[in-house]
């Protein structure tokens, strides 16, 4: 089983819908939870992060993290052409010290259509 | 120059080749790290440097070799690879904290454009 599981698409919805992204996880250790955007070209920037469970809203975007389901979301609202890329949603463990080690779904290529 | 910067963006190589990728921060960061990101697949985290010091070696074939002179730069050098090796490679950096348990923040790494492989 691999420890983060992401639907790949590709996800193809009009301008102004909801987009729900979804990932889900085997290990219980993971305390943060992040969603990368990717631009064709580009490498994946950061878009939302949380720690442990709850909601955190950011603009047009919600990232959502259950822990007991081991089950995070990021929605869209009012999508745009601009959200057109691909997600990444991606978690670590809490660590001491050292670099981060983050662990990445594969990702999930979004369209918009004017 | 600003952010994570890698050279060259496409690189097309035999398989009998040698050749190095070139990565630069700008960010002052102390950890920096290679991914491969193959189609379809997640990002694979090969290396890892922290201050300098390999950190972590993901089960990478011999056949990449990183060298990470100082904190703002880091190589992958390249040698008898295989087609499976064509990807994305991607470069990133972070700030680790080394005095208290890191936080959400430093788990932001920031990603260089990458470079594309092609080997033939």
């Known amino acids: 089983q691999k420890e983060v599981e992401q639907d790949p698409g590709p996800l193809s919805v009009p301008e102004g819908a909801i987009v729900s992204l979804n990932c889900t996880y085997s290990n219980s250790a993971f305390q943060y939870f992040m969603w990368y955007r990717q631009y064709s070209r580009k490498g994946p920037e950061l878009l939302m992060y949380?720690?442990?469970?709850g909601n955190k809203e950011d603009g047009r975007f919600t990232a959502q993290v259950d822990k007991s389901s081991k089950y995070i979301s990021l929605f869209i609202r009012d999508s745009q052409p601009s959200d057109s890329a691909t997600y990444l949603c991606?978690?670590?463990?809490?660590?001491?010290?050292?670099?981060?080690?983050?662990?990445f779904g594969s990702g999930t290529r979004l369209s918009i259509r004017p | 120059e600003t952010g994570v910067t890698q050279t060259p963006r496409h690189l097309v190589m035999g398989m009998t080749n040698k050749k190095s990728l070139k990565c630069e921060q700008h960010?002052?960061?102390?950890?920096m790290y290679w991914y491969k990101q193959s189609a379809k697949k997640p990002l694979e985290l090969m290396f890892v440097y922290n201050f300098k010091e390999q950190t972590e070696n993901n089960s990478v074939p011999s056949r990449f070799s990183p060298e990470c002179p100082n904190s703002s730069h880091l190589f992958l050098h390249l040698h008898t690879l295989q087609p499976e090796d064509s990807a994305l490679y991607l470069c990133?950096?972070?700030?680790?904290?080394?005095?208290?348990?890191?936080?959400?923040?430093?788990?932001?790494?920031?990603f260089g454009p990458g470079t594309r492989l092609t080997v033939l």
């Open positions: 991606a978690m670590s463990a809490r660590s001491y010290s050292s670099a981060s080690k983050i662990i």
């Open positions: 960010l002052g960061h102390n950890a």
């Open positions: 949380t720690y442990s469970s």
């Open positions: 990133a950096s972070s700030q680790s904290r080394v005095t208290r348990l890191a936080g959400a923040k430093e788990n932001e790494q920031f």
